[in-house]
């Protein structure tokens, strides 16, 4: 499935999708608001406010250097969005990273369904060995979402290579460990590739 844009669905009306440059385009103003939201802006490390110039910006970026951008839906509202980024092929490698942007639907267990559902268009698509996180200090619930889905602490070099800030935590998960971990819910999403 290397082939075409990815696209996940799973039960509850939950759709990942791989956005063209005009779907980023649409949505880069709510994803700036969601980037720019004090908590999540604590959360992602960021220091400047972002415009939907750089949101669009940075998927295209992201693109460019290899990676694969998503973003995440219920019921066709955008929840937030997600990457597979530094993507090195010849390790099969890479980094991951996710945000339900809006704070009234954080806490309910979408971040584990959408994360579970990218993971699984990953390891469907691309020859993934090892996917890496990079967690601020303190942030329990990212951890414990990550912990779902089978990553385990990693404080390797490649692993903090992903890492901002000396305190991040750092995990990884190997495919066979999210399989493992994921099992159940794996079955219950359907992946496809369209045309780019």
């Known amino acids: 499935m290397t082939a075409g844009?990815?696209?996940?669905?799973?039960e509850g009306a939950l759709?990942?999708?791989?956005?063209?440059?005009?779907?980023?385009?649409?949505?880069?103003?709510?994803?700036?608001?969601?980037?720019?939201?004090?908590?999540?802006?604590?959360?992602l490390a960021n220091t400047v406010d972002l415009t939907a110039a750089d949101v669009a910006e940075f998927h295209a970026q992201v693109r460019a250097d290899g990676?694969?951008?998503?973003?995440?839906?219920?019921?066709?509202?955008?929840?937030?969005?997600?990457d597979f980024r530094h993507v090195d092929?010849?390790?099969?490698?890479?980094?991951?990273?996710?945000?339900?942007?809006?704070?009234?639907?954080?806490?309910?267990?979408?971040?584990?369904?959408?994360?579970?559902?990218?993971?699984?268009?990953?390891?469907a698509a691309l020859p993934l060995a090892r996917v890496y996180v990079s967690i601020v200090a303190g942030n329990e619930a990212s951890l414990r979402l990550f912990h779902k889905l089978g990553y385990e602490r990693d404080d390797s070099p490649a692993a903090r290579a992903g890492a901002d800030e000396a305190s991040d935590v750092t995990l990884s998960v190997a495919p066979a460990a999210f399989r493992?971990?994921?099992?159940?819910?794996?079955?219950?999403?359907?992946?496809?590739a369209t045309e780019r």
């Open 5 to 10: 844009r990815w696209q996940a669905q799973a």
């Open 15 to 43: 759709r990942v999708s791989e956005p063209t440059a005009a779907d980023v385009a649409a949505v880069a103003p709510r994803l700036a608001a969601f980037y720019n939201e004090p908590h999540n802006k604590r959360l």
């Open 67 to 82: 990676g694969r951008t998503l973003l995440l839906w219920r019921d066709d509202q955008l929840m937030g969005d997600a």
């Open 89 to 123: 092929p010849g390790a099969g490698t890479a980094e991951f990273a996710i945000l339900i942007g809006d704070r009234g639907a954080q806490g309910q267990g979408l971040g584990t369904r959408f994360a579970t559902m990218a993971h699984a268009l990953a390891f």
């Open 180 to 192: 493992a971990a994921c099992g159940n819910a794996l079955a219950a999403i359907s992946l496809a």
